[in-house]
């Protein structure tokens, strides 16, 4: 898949003519899922490149900071999982000050027509654009109309009699219900990050730990105790991660800590998956850390129970099948 993050560098021998799929693609759930594989099916039928339309930040980043949110995937996995749904060609702009004032009509003459030469777009159900977001499926059906393009909108999947939306997502996560989350996303929840060195607590418990420098701005559960698989150094292993500050320990800054069970060695500086597949309890004080400790192994039993033959090997993240 080829990617380019600037509308300026591409050219009409790169994309003389496109069909296009449109959204900000946060998380890449089961709702984008359709809305890019129709864009890539159509792009087929129609013998055109491929599309995606994206942005590289959350708009509200630009819009109204305070109420960004946290993202659900950073731009590697949204492009990885992009380019999983079979599109060819995957624009990642910068949305800014600038883009935020386009009105519909300048975003989809400037963007979709003298850029991407688009002959077909396709869009989510709820999909806005252009200043103050006045812009809806049915603005983009009008302009297509006037400008000479087709527009498919893809309706909404709909999980539990609801939606499937990133908010939905995030909701769900806040609450700690990761199995839902995953549901909607069509693939366990995971973050990904480098393994940093941290305080050695837990070796002193008998249970050493790594913890993990999570990329700034990206989603986590509710604090508590989950069971999890990781994958480092291509091999995928049961963990338990504990998401919070370590209360036992006076601790005061979000962590996300993890035991391996059964590993040891070195890991500092190599990346690390954790795929959340239940929340165990919640994150709390203990009297003592021989009282942590006991916990710790009550938890690590009921792991390697929930777990069986739960393994979320997945290419998409450079997962083999021969992972174990």
Not at 97 to 117: G, K, Q, Y
Not at 195 to 207: A, D, M, N, Q
């Amino acid at each position: 898949m080829r990617v380019f993050r600037d509308t300026l560098a591409i050219h009409v021998s790169d994309i003389p003519e496109s069909v296009v799929a449109l959204g900000t693609f946060d998380g890449v759930h089961l709702g984008h899922m359709e809305i890019l594989r129709r864009c890539a099916s159509r792009g087929r039928q129609e013998n055109m490149p491929s599309v995606a339309f994206t942005f590289h930040t959350h708009p509200l980043e630009i819009i109204r900071p305070q109420f960004a949110p946290r993202l659900l995937t950073d731009v590697e996995d949204k492009l990885a999982l992009i380019q999983a749904q079979g599109i060819e060609n995957t624009v990642i702009a910068q949305f800014d000050s600038e883009m935020a004032r386009a009105t519909p009509e300048e975003f989809v003459r400037e963007i979709l027509v003298d850029s991407l030469r688009a002959k077909w777009v396709v869009a989510g159900f709820n999909y806005t654009f252009g200043w103050k977001a006045k812009g809806n499926a049915e603005t983009l059906k009008d302009l297509g109309e006037k400008y000479g393009f087709s527009v498919e909108i893809s309706n909404p999947v709909v999980v539990d009699g609801t939606p499937v939306s990133s908010t939905r997502i995030r909701s769900s996560l806040a609450k700690g219900d990761v199995e839902e989350a995953s549901i909607m996303l069509g693939r366990p929840f995971s973050i990904k990050g480098k393994i940093i060195k941290g305080e050695s607590r837990g070796k002193s418990l008998g249970y050493p730990t790594i913890n993990m420098d999570v990329p700034h701005g990206i989603a986590l559960p509710k604090r508590g105790v989950y069971a999890a698989r990781v994958y480092v150094k291509g091999c995928m292993f049961a963990a338990v991660t504990n998401v919070g500050v370590r209360p036992t320990f006076s601790g005061e800054n979000m962590s996300v800590e993890t035991y391996i069970i059964g590993f040891e060695g070195d890991l500092y500086g190599e990346t690390l998956r954790v795929f959340f597949a239940k929340r165990l309890r919640d994150e709390i004080k203990f009297s003592s850390g021989e009282a942590l400790s006991y916990q710790i192994s009550q938890d690590v039993e009921r792991t390697k129970e929930l777990l069986g033959n739960w393994n979320p090997r997945d290419r998409v993240f450079g997962i083999s099948e021969d992972a174990s």
